[in-house]
């Protein structure tokens, strides 16, 4: 074949290369128009400013793009296109991850279109803008890589364009003077026996990064947060690029027989994150085996498997190499994702506050250094605490809300199980409540966020049950308290610790017999309770008269952990979400008594127990709340709190009857957030006209809590159901328990009934 015809050939080739682009480009094109079309076409069926903002972004972002892309398209399609394999190889792979990125748009657009509820909006909304993001570099990666040089004859000629092209697009380090000086005294030989170019002048010229002496495929100190910067890998990269252009002058100058058996060091601009890789395993030798395999940063990762294929069955390097390479790229780790991972892979985590640990992990507040976030995170300690994590993250899966902790992503390494959660809270419920008595000038500060609690968790909590899901461990200390970014430092609390809660939705109920693990001094009769058949026992007892006592018959008896059977049946009596309403009547105690500034006799002891002394609990709160009227919403609130820790567990109201009751008040604005407040209003009339559709169909039978019809606590003071004792003839009071209930002539007495105490 002659010169000529080897030209013509060549030059076909090239172009046959350049119409494959055109075509990767033409597709891309065409689905970020599609994506465009599809924006626009949405904005007509939505109204709002908020998403009507999102999709101009959207379609203005995509418009620049599309300009951007045509302008490529039409340099290409002008005939000139590099010859370098590589660089069209590099072009393809972007062009594959461009397609991907603009179906993930598409997906996370239709994610925020379809959501309501603020908090889902900001999130939606972010991802939408990291999509777009993503796209925008892909398409400037695009831009970068391509070199449109005419080919010609000249070979000579061609490498000088380069370098015409490269000084004028990459401003040159001071590593070039030293590459092209060391170059130049190489002799032919020296440069044809290095095999891959003079690659040993690279390494101490490349960034360093951070020190990992030690850390290596150590499985106990793996350097957590120790990952290579966005200014190392532009380091590493006009390092790369220095000496590519160094190197082209040398084969500029070069005879043509010597530039034929020189080496080719194009990849090597590809090559940065790979480079940053192996200084730090102090393994530069390993460079050639990539080079070999024509591996550049986009095929990062790569897997052990194809890491053994490279680097010719060196295991013990292949598997270093597999765990060090992501402190240069990051894992596929979104939104609810979980990683599994080895021992001797770091996490970009670096841990800057602890927390107590509890009986299943430690807590840590967890920084990730490549985006700034900022997580709570839990790790299990014991093998045990594996199966609390995993329920933990299933149940928090399914809820999302503002006044809940939101599980964000997992990790399994090793054997160690790992949870990321948001918010990191300043503190919680127990520690502040317990700094509201040790200072008394901070309680006009901090009594109006603490009547927030009642509506905020309330709204919370009637979410977690609507999902179907029952906490069951609900205490002071479960409950997170955060001070917000704003400027207003807007305050909220949190529900946290899932890890005991059990999920119902596939059950047609919320009940269950044997509590492995409770809190025992919130623990709700029916759980502490060990006999159902004595629980119903003391029970009638407490329906009928009771001596003014200062304990419980049973306050002598401890809860029992243990769930007996006897042929196969439970023996302990049931328990449903009732329970939760009673453990949160005793947190709403709590908080009003600290508010009240009068304490409940002996909270304080080690042993105590709420429910071995409900009738004197009661007792208490209906004097407090005789003391507070009606004045403001204490009062209310100690009247709402003795009917949620009612004995009998069918005669707690349910949660959505407590939000109502809140929401409907006419303090509503004290007691739920500016966010809570109109939703739990909306909710509140739904249910009420739900409620009320219930009742016309049943004849007036249904009430939200036995022994109740529904009637509020939050009511004028002519409405309001006396809570003072009756007195009787004996001398002895009817329980304050039974004085809640609303007078009905038609009621019967439950002394003596049949009926047992199952929760719903």
Known sequence: MSPSQEIHSGNGSARRRGMGLQESAEKSLSQMLELKSYAAKSRRHHFTRE?????????????????????????VASGEQTDDVQVIRNVKKYFEQLESQIQKARKDLDKRLSVFLPSQKDEGKQLVLESLAEIDNSIAQVQRQVRTITTTEDQHSRHS???????????????????????????????????FGALDILWDELPRGPDLHGLIGNPFTPGDGLVFTSQDLIGAENVLKDYYEAWSEVLATSSPTSRENLPKVEGLTNMAKICLVLNAM??????????VGEKVDLDLPLSVEKLEVILQEDKYHAANFATEQYRVVEHQWGEGGHIEISDQEPLPLVPFKQFVAGSFGT??????VRTGKIYAR????????????????????????????????????????????????????????????????????????????FGCLSHGLCHIHGRKIRHKDIKPNNILYEIGPDEKRTARFIWADFGLAYDFEESIHSRTYNPSKYSPKYAAPEIAHADAAALEMK????????????????????????????????????????????????????????????????????????????????GWAESQASKQGHEGPLGDLFRLAARMIRFRAKKRPKVTKILSDLASSRYADQLLCSRCLPEAQAESEAWKASRKERRST???????????????????????????????????????????????PMRKSSVGSSKGVNGR
């Open 698 to 744: 049943d004849g007036g039978r249904t009430s939200d809590e036995s022994g109740t019809s529904g009637t509020s606590c939050f009511e004028s003071e002519e409405e309001a159901p006396r809570l003072s004792p009756k007195p009787r003839r004996n001398g002895g009071f009817l329980s304050p328990d039974h004085a809640l209930r609303p007078r009905s």
């Open 539 to 618: 029970a009638a007892s407490l329906d009928g008269v009771h001596t003014n006592q200062d304990t419980d018959p049973d306050s002598s008896e401890s809860a029992v952990f243990e769930p007996p059977f006897e042929a196969g049946r439970p023996l302990r009596p049931a328990h449903g979400r009732s329970a939760d309403i009673f453990s949160y009547g005793c947190v709403f105690l709590e908080i009003l008594s600290v508010l009240t500034k009068s304490e409940i006799t002996g909270i304080k002891t080690p042993d105590f127990c709420f429910w071995k002394h409900i009738t004197k609990i009661q």
């Open 363 to 368: 807590v840590q507040a967890v920084r990730d």
């Open 282 to 291: 102090n393994q530069r030798a390993l460079l050639s085996h990539f080079c």
């Open 51 to 75: 998403t009507r903002e999102i999709i101009d972004t959207v379609t203005k972002r995509l418009e620049t793009n599309n300009v951007s892309l045509k302008e490529w398209k039409a340099s």
């Open 378 to 453: 839990k790790e299990q300690i014991t093998a045990d605490a594996r199966d609390h994590l995993l329920r933990e993250k299933e149940r928090l899966a399914k809820i999302r809300h503002r006044h809940v902790v939101n599980f964000e992503k997992s990790y399994q390494r090793g054997q160690q199980l790992g949870l990321l959660l948001t918010p990191v809270a300043d503190t919680n419920l127990e520690k502040l409540l317990s700094y509201y008595r040790e200072h008394p000038e901070q309680h006009r500060k901090l009594q109006p966020i603490i009547l927030k609690s």
């Open 161 to 195: 364009m380069i370098g015409a092209v490269l000084k004028r697009t990459h401003q040159r380090t001071k590593s070039y003077p030293k590459f092209i000086t060391a170059l130049s005294k190489m002799s032919i030989y020296e440069k044809q026996r290095s095999r």
